[in-house]
Antibody, heavy 118, light 108 residues
Framework: EVQLVQSGAEVKKPGESLRISCKGSGYRFTSYWINWVRQMPGKGLEWMGTIDPSDSHTNYSPSFQGHVTISADKSISTAYLQWNSLKASDTAVYYC???????????WGQGTTVPVSS | EIVLTQSPGTLSLSPGERATLSCRASQSVGASYLAWFQQKPGQAPRLLIYGASNRATGIPDRFSGSGSGTDFTLTISRLEPEDFAVYYCQQYGSSPWTFGQGTKVEVK
């Protein structure tokens, strides 16, 4: 079964760092890009950026460039989303989703909830 | 970036009725790179339609997509109880990829 399994919920304070993960299974991990999508409480979906796990090439949305880092470790079929200094406004659910060469996000992780509060 | 505007914001219908959801783009979406997703509370989005009109694997044929250029439509021919949810369109023809703000289909 094709799956993307994300790391569990994290409760953080402003200024703290965080890295959440997305592990792929049931398919060739390096054949699909991994995307990250944010959903703030009660709001819609926002595409943050994507990574090609085969060579770690990334493409960020201008809205998120410089505030988050997307990386991947193909040896363990895992992609990451990282913050060096969280803000309260980063409170959201973060989803990973894969796409093939057709760019269609066909399989999604279950989401990671990140509350950021002092 | 391409802005997607969905209408209506909320659609109040009864089971068995037909639902028509609209997605309008601020500029042409290349090669009809337009997808539709369904999201239920507490769940991840699920791919319904890609390439404007192609149903994803396992999606019932009561869901259909149409359109090109800047105007796209998702139609649910006869609403089943499990279809009441929020629906998002998304374009993946031009970076940054963008989503519409969503249409909520609720029980009348």
């Amino acid at each position: 079964e094709v799956q993307l399994v994300q790391s569990g919920a994290e409760v953080k304070k402003p200024g703290e760092s965080l890295r959440i993960s997305c592990k792929g299974s049931g398919y060739r991990f390096t054949s699909y890009w991994i995307n990250w999508v944010r959903q703030m409480p009660g709001k819609g979906l926002e595409w943050m950026g994507t990574i090609d796990p085969s060579d770690s090439h990334t493409n960020y949305s201008p809205s998120f460039q410089g505030h988050v880092t997307i990386s991947a470790d193909k040896s363990i079929s895992t992609a990451y989303l990282q913050w060096n200094s969280l803000k309260a406004s980063d409170t959201a659910v973060y989803y990973c989703a894969r796409h093939f060469s057709d760019y269609v996000m066909d399989v999604w992780g279950q989401g990671t909830t990140v509350p950021v509060s002092s | 970036e391409i802005v997607l505007t969905q209408s209506p914001g909320t659609l109040s219908l009864s089971p068995g009725e037909r639902a028509t959801l609209s997605c309008r783009a601020s500029q042409s979406v290349g090669a009809s790179y337009l997808a539709w997703f369904q999201q239920k509370p507490g769940q991840a989005p699920r791919l319904l339609i890609y390439g404007a009109s192609n149903r994803a694997t396992g999606i019932p044929d009561r869901f259909s997509g149409s359109g090109s250029g800047t105007d796209f439509t998702l139609t649910i021919s006869r609403l089943e109880p499990e279809d009441f949810a929020v629906y998002y369109c998304q374009q993946y023809g031009s970076s940054p990829w963008t989503f519409g703000q969503g249409t909520k289909v609720e029980v009348k």
